[in-house]
T-cell receptor, first 112, second 119 residues
Framework: DQQVKQNSPSLSVQEGRISILNCDYT??????FLWYKKYPAEGPTFLIS?????DKNEDGRFTVFLNKSAKHLSLHIVPSQPGDSAVYFC???????????FGKGTTLSVSS | GAVVSQHPSRVICKSGTSVKIECRSL??????MFWYRQFPKKSLMLMAT?????????EQGVEKDKFLINHASLTLSTLTVTSAHPEDSSFYIC???????????????FGPGTRLTVT
Protein backbone atom coordinates (compact mmCIF):
# COMPACT_ATOMS: atom_id res chain seq x y z
CA ASP A 1 0.00 0.00 0.00
CA GLN A 2 1.48 3.26 -1.11
CA GLN A 3 1.23 5.80 1.68
CA VAL A 4 2.68 8.68 -0.32
CA LYS A 5 1.53 9.10 -3.89
CA GLN A 6 2.76 11.30 -6.66
CA ASN A 7 0.30 10.54 -9.42
CA SER A 8 1.97 12.56 -12.14
CA PRO A 9 5.16 10.87 -13.28
CA SER A 10 6.16 13.89 -15.36
CA LEU A 11 5.48 17.58 -15.83
CA SER A 12 6.64 19.94 -18.56
CA VAL A 13 6.67 23.70 -18.01
CA GLN A 14 8.02 26.67 -19.87
CA GLU A 15 10.70 28.83 -18.31
CA GLY A 16 9.23 31.65 -16.27
CA ARG A 17 5.95 29.86 -15.65
CA ILE A 18 4.77 28.23 -12.46
CA SER A 19 5.45 24.54 -11.80
CA ILE A 20 3.02 22.78 -9.50
CA LEU A 21 3.93 19.33 -8.24
CA ASN A 22 1.34 17.40 -6.32
CA CYS A 23 1.49 14.78 -3.61
CA ASP A 24 -1.22 12.86 -1.77
CA TYR A 25 -0.89 10.77 1.34
CA THR A 26 -3.07 8.28 3.14
CA UNK A 27 -1.58 8.04 6.62
CA UNK A 28 -3.21 10.59 8.91
CA UNK A 29 -0.35 10.09 11.38
CA UNK A 30 2.11 11.87 9.10
CA UNK A 31 3.07 15.13 10.74
CA UNK A 32 6.00 16.35 8.70
CA PHE A 33 6.41 16.59 4.96
CA LEU A 34 9.43 17.24 2.81
CA TRP A 35 10.31 17.78 -0.82
CA TYR A 36 13.55 16.56 -2.30
CA LYS A 37 15.11 17.22 -5.67
CA LYS A 38 17.17 14.58 -7.38
CA TYR A 39 19.41 14.51 -10.42
CA PRO A 40 20.34 11.20 -12.09
CA ALA A 41 23.07 9.25 -10.30
CA GLU A 42 23.04 11.62 -7.35
CA GLY A 43 21.51 11.53 -3.90
CA PRO A 44 18.37 13.57 -3.22
CA THR A 45 18.82 17.15 -2.08
CA PHE A 46 16.53 18.58 0.56
CA LEU A 47 14.43 21.41 -0.83
CA ILE A 48 11.73 22.51 1.56
CA SER A 49 9.59 21.07 4.34
CA UNK A 50 6.40 21.77 6.22
CA UNK A 51 5.07 20.73 9.58
CA UNK A 52 1.47 19.59 9.89
CA UNK A 53 0.71 22.57 12.12
CA UNK A 54 1.22 24.87 9.15
CA ASP A 55 -0.52 25.14 5.81
CA LYS A 56 2.15 27.03 3.91
CA ASN A 57 5.88 27.40 3.92
CA GLU A 58 7.82 29.60 1.54
CA ASP A 59 11.49 29.72 0.66
CA GLY A 60 12.46 31.90 -2.25
CA ARG A 61 10.94 30.53 -5.43
CA PHE A 62 9.63 27.46 -3.63
CA THR A 63 6.38 27.27 -1.69
CA VAL A 64 4.82 24.19 -0.20
CA PHE A 65 1.12 24.10 0.59
CA LEU A 66 -0.48 21.55 2.90
CA ASN A 67 -4.17 20.68 2.97
CA LYS A 68 -4.57 18.26 5.85
CA SER A 69 -8.25 17.66 5.35
CA ALA A 70 -7.59 16.54 1.80
CA LYS A 71 -4.32 14.84 2.74
CA HIS A 72 -2.69 16.72 -0.07
CA LEU A 73 0.37 18.85 -0.47
CA SER A 74 1.85 20.68 -3.39
CA LEU A 75 5.12 22.29 -4.29
CA HIS A 76 5.00 25.51 -6.30
CA ILE A 77 8.05 26.75 -8.13
CA VAL A 78 7.79 30.24 -9.57
CA PRO A 79 9.32 31.32 -11.80
CA SER A 80 10.51 27.98 -13.13
CA GLN A 81 14.02 27.81 -14.48
CA PRO A 82 15.71 25.24 -16.73
CA GLY A 83 17.99 24.31 -13.84
CA ASP A 84 14.91 23.15 -11.94
CA SER A 85 14.62 20.20 -14.31
CA ALA A 86 15.00 17.13 -12.10
CA VAL A 87 13.00 14.47 -10.32
CA TYR A 88 11.08 15.77 -7.32
CA PHE A 89 10.22 13.45 -4.48
CA CYS A 90 7.59 14.08 -1.86
CA UNK A 91 8.31 12.45 1.52
CA UNK A 92 6.48 12.17 4.81
CA UNK A 93 7.26 11.19 8.37
CA UNK A 94 4.92 10.03 11.11
CA UNK A 95 7.29 10.45 13.98
CA UNK A 96 10.55 12.18 14.66
CA UNK A 97 13.41 9.77 14.27
CA UNK A 98 11.67 7.40 11.90
CA UNK A 99 12.42 6.85 8.25
CA UNK A 100 10.85 8.97 5.58
CA UNK A 101 8.28 7.47 3.27
CA PHE A 102 8.81 8.58 -0.30
CA GLY A 103 6.51 8.98 -3.26
CA LYS A 104 7.58 7.67 -6.66
CA GLY A 105 8.69 11.06 -7.86
CA THR A 106 7.69 13.49 -10.60
CA THR A 107 10.10 14.38 -13.36
CA LEU A 108 9.98 18.11 -14.03
CA SER A 109 11.22 19.45 -17.35
CA VAL A 110 11.54 23.19 -17.73
CA SER A 111 12.12 24.35 -21.27
CA SER A 112 13.63 27.68 -22.22
CA GLY B 1 24.71 22.76 5.54
CA ALA B 2 24.73 19.12 6.55
CA VAL B 3 26.93 16.99 4.33
CA VAL B 4 26.82 13.24 3.93
CA SER B 5 29.45 11.42 1.94
CA GLN B 6 29.45 7.94 0.47
CA HIS B 7 32.34 5.82 -0.66
CA PRO B 8 32.83 4.46 -3.20
CA SER B 9 30.70 6.35 -5.70
CA ARG B 10 30.88 3.50 -8.17
CA VAL B 11 31.96 -0.11 -7.84
CA ILE B 12 32.01 -3.10 -10.14
CA CYS B 13 32.45 -6.50 -8.59
CA LYS B 14 32.24 -10.12 -9.62
CA SER B 15 29.36 -12.33 -8.65
CA GLY B 16 29.97 -14.02 -5.30
CA THR B 17 32.19 -11.34 -3.83
CA SER B 18 31.30 -8.86 -1.08
CA VAL B 19 31.24 -5.09 -1.32
CA LYS B 20 31.34 -2.55 1.49
CA ILE B 21 29.81 0.90 1.12
CA GLU B 22 30.57 3.63 3.64
CA CYS B 23 28.29 6.47 4.66
CA ARG B 24 29.66 9.34 6.68
CA SER B 25 28.07 12.44 8.15
CA LEU B 26 30.80 15.06 7.79
CA UNK B 27 29.70 17.96 9.93
CA UNK B 28 27.11 16.57 12.28
CA UNK B 29 26.43 13.56 14.44
CA UNK B 30 23.87 11.04 13.35
CA UNK B 31 22.52 8.46 15.75
CA UNK B 32 20.32 7.22 12.94
CA MET B 33 21.23 6.56 9.35
CA PHE B 34 19.12 5.01 6.64
CA TRP B 35 19.96 2.89 3.65
CA TYR B 36 17.91 3.12 0.48
CA ARG B 37 18.02 1.39 -2.84
CA GLN B 38 16.82 2.86 -6.10
CA PHE B 39 16.05 0.87 -9.20
CA PRO B 40 15.86 2.66 -12.57
CA LYS B 41 12.88 4.97 -12.76
CA LYS B 42 11.71 3.84 -9.35
CA SER B 43 11.33 5.56 -6.04
CA LEU B 44 13.69 5.24 -3.15
CA MET B 45 13.04 2.00 -1.31
CA LEU B 46 14.04 1.96 2.33
CA MET B 47 16.17 -1.07 3.09
CA ALA B 48 17.07 -0.59 6.72
CA THR B 49 17.44 1.84 9.57
CA UNK B 50 20.87 1.92 11.13
CA UNK B 51 21.14 2.93 14.77
CA UNK B 52 24.46 3.77 16.35
CA UNK B 53 25.51 1.11 18.81
CA UNK B 54 22.65 -1.26 18.13
CA UNK B 55 21.38 -3.64 15.50
CA UNK B 56 19.87 -2.31 12.33
CA UNK B 57 16.18 -2.58 11.66
CA UNK B 58 15.44 -4.12 8.28
CA GLU B 59 12.39 -3.56 6.14
CA GLN B 60 10.24 -6.48 5.13
CA GLY B 61 11.76 -8.45 2.30
CA VAL B 62 15.32 -7.26 2.87
CA GLU B 63 17.70 -10.07 3.80
CA LYS B 64 19.68 -8.98 6.82
CA ASP B 65 22.29 -11.69 6.27
CA LYS B 66 22.89 -10.43 2.78
CA PHE B 67 22.93 -6.72 3.51
CA LEU B 68 25.03 -6.30 6.64
CA ILE B 69 24.81 -2.94 8.32
CA ASN B 70 27.20 -1.62 10.94
CA HIS B 71 26.78 1.76 12.61
CA ALA B 72 29.90 1.82 14.73
CA SER B 73 30.10 5.55 15.41
CA LEU B 74 27.98 8.67 15.32
CA THR B 75 29.37 9.60 11.93
CA LEU B 76 29.80 6.29 10.12
CA SER B 77 27.52 3.53 8.90
CA THR B 78 28.54 0.78 6.51
CA LEU B 79 26.50 -1.45 4.24
CA THR B 80 28.12 -4.69 3.12
CA VAL B 81 26.53 -6.56 0.26
CA THR B 82 27.62 -10.14 0.82
CA SER B 83 27.90 -12.74 -1.94
CA ALA B 84 26.70 -10.21 -4.47
CA HIS B 85 24.72 -11.32 -7.50
CA PRO B 86 23.77 -9.44 -10.67
CA GLU B 87 20.29 -8.76 -9.28
CA ASP B 88 21.94 -6.76 -6.48
CA SER B 89 23.12 -4.25 -9.06
CA SER B 90 21.49 -0.98 -8.12
CA PHE B 91 22.01 2.55 -6.85
CA TYR B 92 22.43 2.54 -3.08
CA ILE B 93 21.90 5.76 -1.17
CA CYS B 94 22.37 6.47 2.49
CA UNK B 95 20.92 9.28 4.53
CA UNK B 96 21.60 10.63 7.98
CA UNK B 97 19.54 12.49 10.47
CA UNK B 98 21.04 15.25 12.60
CA UNK B 99 20.81 14.18 16.22
CA UNK B 100 20.50 17.68 17.63
CA UNK B 101 16.74 17.66 17.40
CA UNK B 102 14.19 20.19 16.22
CA UNK B 103 13.39 19.83 12.59
CA UNK B 104 16.58 17.84 12.38
CA UNK B 105 14.62 15.04 13.94
CA UNK B 106 12.70 14.78 10.68
CA UNK B 107 15.00 16.01 7.96
CA UNK B 108 17.32 13.55 6.36
CA UNK B 109 20.43 14.48 4.43
CA PHE B 110 21.40 12.17 1.65
CA GLY B 111 24.72 10.97 0.41
CA PRO B 112 25.55 11.11 -3.31
CA GLY B 113 24.85 7.41 -3.78
CA THR B 114 26.87 4.38 -4.83
CA ARG B 115 26.35 2.65 -8.15
CA LEU B 116 26.95 -1.07 -7.69
CA THR B 117 27.32 -3.29 -10.73
CA VAL B 118 27.72 -7.01 -10.21
CA THR B 119 29.02 -8.91 -13.21
Amino acid sequence: DQQVKQNSPSLSVQEGRISILNCDYTNSMFDYFLWYKKYPAEGPTFLISISSIKDKNEDGRFTVFLNKSAKHLSLHIVPSQPGDSAVYFCAASAQAGTALIFGKGTTLSVSS
Amino acid sequence: GAVVSQHPSRVICKSGTSVKIECRSLDFQATTMFWYRQFPKKSLMLMATSNEGSKATYEQGVEKDKFLINHASLTLSTLTVTSAHPEDSSFYICSARDSTGGHGAYEQYFGPGTRLTVT
